[in-house]
């Protein structure tokens, strides 16, 4: 069925939702920066928190925490994984999905369980240059939703 046929679909039967169209590579790479800065910003909010209960604790003066460049990645890769596998999982979009009108989803559009998502978010980060096969892709799947079975679709929260 073509897409102008489930629209028409959808407007005879009140109720029903026209499938979404899959999102291209630049809306995702937008998504992608928003996050980033997300990411960056809780990472900010974590070193700030733990620097004030230290001036709670021991008094002045305010320091941050001097972490040792592997922790700050490694705990910066963490945070990262988890923000996109509990957003994907719990609502199907981060907040540069939601900014951007993106849903993840599995192939059937339900929302990807957790193991899904978990793996998903590791192969973002690790593989970021996986959203290029989207151009080269017919159902503009990066790399990571090949894998995982999953899509990433125009939707209106």
């Known amino acids: 069925m073509t897409r102008a046929a489930e629209r028409a679909v959808a407007v005879a039967r009140p109720g029903?939702?026209?499938r979404s169209d899959t999102a291209g590579v630049v809306s995702r790479c937008l998504a992608a920066l928003v996050d980033v800065v997300v990411v960056v910003g809780i990472g900010l909010g974590a070193q700030l928190a733990f620097g004030g209960v230290r001036l709670f604790v021991t008094?002045?003066?305010?320091?941050?925490p001097d972490l040792s460049a592997w922790l700050t990645g490694?705990?910066?890769?963490?945070?990262?994984?988890?923000?996109?596998?509990?957003?994907?999982?719990?609502?199907?979009?981060?907040?540069?999905?939601?900014?951007?009108?993106l849903r993840v989803t599995d192939r059937a559009?339900?929302?990807?369980?957790?193991?899904?998502?978990?793996?998903?978010a590791v192969l973002c980060i690790a593989l970021p240059v996986g959203l290029f096969w989207i151009?080269?892709?017919?159902r503009h799947a990066s790399l990571q939703d090949v894998i995982v079975a999953g899509a990433v679709r125009y939707h209106h929260f």
């Open 109 to 120: 559009g339900r929302l990807l369980g957790i193991t899904r998502a978990l793996l998903r």
């Open 135 to 138: 151009p080269f892709s017919r």
């Open 74 to 101: 490694v705990l910066g890769w963490a945070v990262a994984v988890l923000y996109l596998a509990v957003s994907w999982t719990v609502t199907g979009g981060t907040v540069g999905d939601r900014l951007l009108g």
């Open 59 to 64: 008094g002045p003066p305010f320091r941050m």
């Open 16 to 18: 029903a939702e026209p």
